[in-house]
Nanobody, 126 residues
Framework: QVQLVESGGGLVQAGGSLRLSCAAS????????VAWYRQSPGERRELRMVAQINAAGTTRYADSVKGRLTISRDNAKNTVYLQMNSLNAEDTAVYYC??????????????????WGQGTQVTVSS
């Protein structure tokens, strides 16, 4: 059984930092693409990818987070991280990690071709 467990969310002041973790069991992250998505408040259900790391270790980011968020992977721990710096109010969202062969840039209802975590809330106060 595949399980992804996120942690590290919380309340932070604007300009601050957080590091999210996504630990997996039942799936090997280094064999898959792993991405962080976020679902912002007040919007429709869409989850938008903010960062992805593929099996080869190549990363990509949404334009809105480039230079502030960094995705990384620890193969020994089978864990993916999202280091979040210079946070602002627009980063407030529930953050989900997902893993699979191919991951969409956005999904309305957790793309069925991937495994998903339960989400972790990030709130940035201004």
């Amino acid at each position: 059984q595949v399980q992804l467990v996120e942690s590290g969310g919380g309340l932070v002041q604007a300009g601050g930092s957080l590091r999210l973790s996504c630990a997996a069991s039942g799936i090997i992250f280094s064999d898959n693409a792993v991405a962080w998505y976020r679902q912002s408040p007040g919007e429709r259900r869409e989850l938008r990818m903010v960062a992805q790391i593929n099996a080869a270790g190549t990363t990509r980011y949404a334009d809105s987070v480039k230079g502030r968020l960094t995705i990384s992977r620890d193969n020994a721990k089978n864990t993916v991280y999202l280091q979040m710096n210079s946070l602002n109010a627009e980063d407030t969202a529930v953050y989900y990690c997902a893993a699979g062969r191919l991951l969409p840039l956005a999904t309305d209802d957790k793309y069925s071709g991937a495994y998903w975590g339960q989400g972790t809330q990030v709130t940035v106060s201004s």
